[in-house]
């Protein structure tokens, strides 16, 4: 699943190629993934040139001359195609053509990412917010009893922090994943605030400069401990890994529990 970071590129790279481009044309794949009907989605931005594109949590947001504004969200699977090639790629969900012959195409094989016409606002502060600061999370996490991972990955909580990152932050703040919310003192929430914006910061520096132009996928060969083929964290300590369901948590001895 594309994260915080990978969404971050992928706007900044959509928006140096798609910025001022025209809609000539949309094509809706299914309409189950809109929240509208696709007459009213084309009514809406046919004609419109893109002047803003940006991310806000795990979405990516097109922003139109007319201020509607159109969301995607890659899910669990999702790419994203940009092409001039008129053939369309399998399991589409929706294409927006430009005049000039560019074509974004939003794919997903278990059909699971979705668009969304002029979505709502949400309060919920993005993880590279300055809102998210250490007195964020004395406040938010002082009645949270839940292990810090499952808070750092409660969307409703703090928006765009996924399974990886969550490892990454935790690892660099020295704070086990398994550590309930509420009984972390207040210094370390401090070093997990540096942490939350460091490790995200670093990781958009990352992947840009490694692959450039990137606009669907993950990279993730850069990653301190949540990696499948390290064995050992930067200061030599073995990586362990818990499995839970699907999910997989990485993190080492040198991580302190709070309970």
Excluded: C
């Amino acid at each position: 699943m594309p994260e915080l970071p990978d969404l971050e590129v992928f706007s900044r790279n959509l928006s140096t190629k798609l910025k001022n481009k025209q809609v000539k044309e949309v094509l809706v794949g299914s309409t189950k993934k809109l929240n509208v009907s696709a007459e009213e989605l084309q009514k809406a931005i046919v004609g419109q040139k893109i002047v803003k594109i940006y991310r806000d949590g795990k979405e990516l947001y097109f922003e139109f001359e007319n201020k509607t504004v159109l969301s995607m969200h890659m899910m669990l699977n999702g790419e994203l195609h940009l092409s001039k090639d008129e053939e369309t790629p399998k399991y589409a969900i929706l294409r927006l053509i430009f005049k000039g012959g560019n074509i974004l195409t939003l794919t997903d094989f278990r059909g699971l990412a979705h668009a969304t016409l002029n979505p709502e606002a949400d309060d919920t502060p993005d993880a590279l917010s300055r809102i998210v600061d250490a007195h964020f999370f004395e406040t938010t996490l002082a009645s949270k009893k839940g292990a810090i991972k499952n808070i750092l990955l409660d969307q409703h909580v703090i928006r765009g922090i996924g399974n990886a990152y969550a490892d990454e932050i935790l690892w660099e703040a020295g704070i086990s994943p398994f550590s309930a919310a509420n009984k972390i003192p207040v210094p370390k929430l401090k070093s997990l605030a540096k942490a939350v914006r460091h490790v995200l910061d670093n990781a958009v520096k990352q992947i840009s400069s490694s692959r450039p132009g990137l606009i669907s996928g993950e990279m993730r060969d850069f990653l301190k401990i949540h990696h499948p083929k390290k064995t050992h964290s930067p200061s030599g300590v073995p990586i362990l890994m818990k499995k839970t369901g699907a999910r997989k948590t990485y993190y080492t001895d040198e991580q302190e529990t709070y309970k």
